[in-house]
């Protein structure tokens, strides 16, 4: 845990204990690992102690889609509807529109996304977000950070594109 908390500059927005935990949490998640996995329980156990507390839009974002992935529907709920407050995706903070909003937005979509049955409201967020992500390519497609590809390939695979 300390190696990766000393390369926590790699990774994004991770840049605390809790953004940190979901990372990883969400990682196992994507690995099909139990969530009654010990490691893994005590990772949600601590994260959702932290999401009345949260103050970081990244955060947030980052423990929806990992909350998502585990299940846990109220946690979720809670989460999106704190991200609908701070949404960058209708015009409220273009001018941060660097390659963290960009990761932000990519979890929210995530999250939406890895839900189901997908509600007609949860697409219609995400396609909101979807163009958002659109607008922020650079002329030649990309974006402007290295890891934000990552999310490209991503969405690519998700399961917006299979409902268009």
């Known amino acids: 845990m300390n190696w990766l908390m000393s390369r926590k500059q ?15 949490a969400a990682a196992m998640l ?4 139990s969530v009654s996995e010990p490691v893994l329980n005590s990772s949600l156990s601590c994260l959702r102690a932290a ?7 990244y955060a947030a974002a980052l423990l929806a889609y990992t909350f998502t992935l585990a299940g ?5 709920a809670s989460l999106l509807a704190k991200l609908d407050v701070l949404d960058t995706t209708e015009g409220k903070d ?11 937005n990519s ?8 839900h189901q049955p997908l509600s007609s409201s949860d697409l219609g967020h ?9 607008k922020q390519q650079n002329p030649y ?7 934000v590809p990552l999310f490209s390939c991503l969405l690519s695979r998700s399961p917006y594109w299979s409902v268009l």
């Open 107 to 114: 979890y929210t979509l995530l999250s939406l996304l890895s």
């Open 141 to 147: 497609g990309g974006f402007s950070s290295t890891q």
């Open 51 to 57: 999401v009345h507390n949260l103050t970081n839009t």
């Open 10 to 24: 790699r990774v994004g927005g991770v840049s605390d204990e809790v953004t940190l935990t979901a990372y990883i």
């Open 94 to 104: 273009q001018a941060h529109s660097d390659s963290l909003s960009v990761e932000m």
């Open 30 to 33: 994507e690995l099909n690992t």
């Open 72 to 76: 846990e529907e109220d946690t979720r």
């Open 126 to 134: 995400a396609s909101r977000i979807v163009s958002w992500l659109i």
